[in-house]
């Protein structure tokens, strides 16, 4: 992504955790999704990423430094609520933080056993 788009992007990300493929998958969407997001409608510079255990949960966060807005505010597309979806199919637990004009953060935390 770093070379394609003007987005400096930076991953975090524990190696090898012992996660089961499904929910491998589904944090690879709810990732995939976000970041879209930022590249379609944030107009941030810059954008991370960090995966990893916290505790009996996996921990992931997200975050840019764009435009921001109101997480309150119904949205047209499925994105968010699609990652919602996927966070609770795992017991997960979403948390959005965004305000306009002071970028994003999504904190995601799914119960696991490392």
Do not use: W
């Not at 770093?2 to 929910?23: G, K, Q, R, S």
Request: hydrophobic residues 40%.
């Amino acid at each position: 992504m770093n070379a394609h788009t003007e987005i400096e992007y930076f991953a975090d990300v524990m190696a090898d955790l012992p996660l089961d493929e499904d929910l491998k998958l589904n944090i690879y969407r709810i990732v995939q999704e976000q970041i879209i997001n930022i590249f379609k409608h944030a107009s941030a510079s810059e954008a991370n990423v960090a995966i990893y255990p916290m505790g009996k949960s996996l921990f992931i966060e997200i975050t840019d430094n764009g435009k921001g807005f109101d997480p309150l505010v119904k949205r047209k597309g499925v994105g968010i609520t699609n990652m919602i979806n996927r966070a609770e199919l795992y017991n997960g637990a979403v948390h959005i933080d965004s305000r306009s004009g002071e970028g994003c953060r999504i904190e995601i935390r799914i119960p696991v056993c490392l």
